[in-house]
């Protein structure tokens, strides 16, 4: 292979091994959702969610572009944690020493351990498609726009008891 085309291969090889391998290998996924947040981890949680892994996401970022630190998704924008993430873990970590460092990284990977340690990774399947899309046939016109609104509304809580658990 000439030298220049190994770049572009290696990257390749990655993409097919995280997309085709890995992660439809995996029981679960942790995703760091830290700014700057990385597009490859969101498009390797996007179609871990797709294919229904279980997802974790994970935030100990203090800086917040989307609002603030002390928010249910720690600053960040809501898309990741609301709709990509199982679980979503805000663990802020303001560490000052190399002890603070350590202390607070074990309290991070305990709260990961003890949300893996409860599932049972059973397939998980969204139910929004069907409460909110089935037998509408053009979701664009009026008629479609206005049942879509009337059966979130009406199912609003069903739906919300899908996103995510927030540990903080």
Request: aromatic fraction near 8%.
């Amino acid at each position: 292979m000439p030298e220049s085309e190994i770049p572009s291969a290696v990257e390749n090889i990655i993409y097919y091994l995280d997309m085709g391998v890995f992660i439809p290998q995996s029981h679960v996924i942790v995703a760091n959702l830290d700014e700057p947040q990385d597009e490859g981890v969101l498009v390797e949680l996007a179609h871990a969610k797709n294919i229904h892994k279980h997802t974790i996401g994970f935030r100990t970022d203090v800086r917040s572009p989307y609002g603030s630190s002390i928010d249910n998704f720690g600053g960040m924008h809501f898309f990741p944690a609301l709709y990509l993430c199982d679980t979503f873990i805000s663990h802020h970590m303001p560490c000052q020493t190399p002890q603070d460092t350590r202390s607070q990284m074990q309290g991070l990977v305990d709260k990961i351990d003890e949300e893996i340690s409860r599932q049972d990774f059973k397939p998980i399947t969204p139910i929004t498609d069907n409460i909110l899309f089935s037998g509408i046939e053009d979701i664009h016109s009026s008629e479609g726009l206005e049942e879509l609104v009337t059966r979130y509304i009406s199912n609003k809580d069903k739906i919300a008891s899908y996103g995510p658990k927030i540990i903080r």
